[in-house]
């Protein structure tokens, strides 16, 4: 299986792509019976205009509840059989070693192959009772999406659920790698469309130097930077932000706090001009 996983052309996707559409639609069984959520860089996708989407690899999604092993196999016999029924191939993925459970798709034409990852955060009874107060309200304040060109829907993280994490991860990286910080713009620029296509090329340039070189955790850990850069940007700009709930949700996340000065330099390259005021 596991040769079978690395032959699949994981190619980077946006949400106008059919497979991604394809994979939402399948989640859609869900609504109703688990409370998921979609995160991370399609979820971001979401709330952006088609011109705006930069491409992501996988599709990320929380759960409500403890996820164990079983648990998993479980939850996916619905979504497996509405995919086989699309004419997917489908595969799970779970590791002893991996924090999150996934489900490869794989579809054959004539003219090449369709494949996707679809990724949920892996959860046990202890670590699920530590996170859970934040889950439950990311939960509550999620949007209801429905899939472009489909009569399905489902959901996803509101913006600020899915920039504050991006903050915590950037500031992180910055810890990490503090050469990171060089990648933040000094101020807030404006954007145009030219500016937004070529900050999409920069994205998929590392992108492309990251799949070439699958074991440089540097690479991968400045490809996740500088979009997740992109993310809080174009989110800030495009769909705004509720300033008081963003506050509520940094309220969550301890390593804002302790952060401060790089809070600021990100907020001050990154976020709304009413932001930018309130640090001044």
Known sequence: MKGKVRKFNFRARTLDDDVVKDGLEAISVLNGKEPYFLVGGVASQSYLPTKCRRPTSDIDFALVRPLSKPDFRIMMV????????MGYETIPKISNRSRSFALYLLKSYDEGEDSLCLEFMRKNKMNFKKHKDRLERE???????????????????SPEDIAVPKLVRLINSIQRNPKFIQQIPLKLESLSDETIEKRIEAINAIRSEAVSNPGDPYLAERLRFVSDIYDIRMLSELTGFN?????RAEQDWRDIKKNQELRERIFSATLPIFFGKSLR
């Open 243 to 247: 300033p008081e709930y963003f506050n």
């Open 78 to 85: 619905p979504i497996r059989e509405y995919l086989h029924d």
């Open 139 to 157: 939960y509550n304040n999620t949007k209801k999406k429905i899939v472009e060109e489909r009569k399905k829907t489902y959901r996803v993280s």
